[in-house]
């Protein structure tokens, strides 16, 4: 998951700097952020695993976005589906683009995981305006 409060990172494979969206850690999940509180060494690895894998290739944010939404998809996690659409949204993303990575799973999991994946997604696009 990318949940650094990171700033505008360079994006050296295409000359420009790309938008990272914020997220705070009071944006986290409950249970996350309890986790982050008590192991801040923790989280500040995580942040730094995280960017390294973000800058470690060419995909602009909008496209690592839709892939971690069907990545969550398939593992089946809610929350992360949930916060993945909205940030591939945020970063460009058509619904029909999320909505799309979540029809990817279906013939690789199987109906009912598409199913959930649908719902959590379109909850957190339909919740968040």
């Known amino acids: 998951m990318i949940l ?21 850690k009071e944006e986290l999940p ?8 008590r192991y801040p060494e923790v989280w500040k690895a995580h942040e ?10 060419p995909l602009d944010r909008k496209t690592v976005e839709i892939i971690k939404v069907g990545i969550c998809v398939g593992a089946g996690l809610e929350t992360a589906t949930q916060r993945h659409a909205l ?3 945020e970063n460009g993303a058509t619904e029909d683009e999320i909505y799309q990575a979540v029809l990817m799973a279906m ?23």
């Not at 409950?30 to 509180?37: A, C, D, H, N, W």
């Not at 730094?48 to 290739?57: F, N, V």
């Not at 013939?107 to 305006?129: D, M």
């Open 4 to 24: 650094s409060n990171c700033a505008v990172v360079p994006a050296p494979w295409q000359g420009v700097r790309e938008r990272r969206i914020k997220m705070s």
């Open 87 to 89: 940030m591939a949204r």
């Open 107 to 129: 013939t690789t999991l199987g109906h009912p995981r598409s199913a959930a994946g649908w719902k959590w997604v379109n909850s957190a696009l339909e919740g968040s305006g």
């Open 48 to 57: 730094q695993l995280t960017k390294a894998c973000a800058d470690a290739g």
């Open 30 to 37: 409950r249970t996350f952020k309890s986790i982050v509180e």
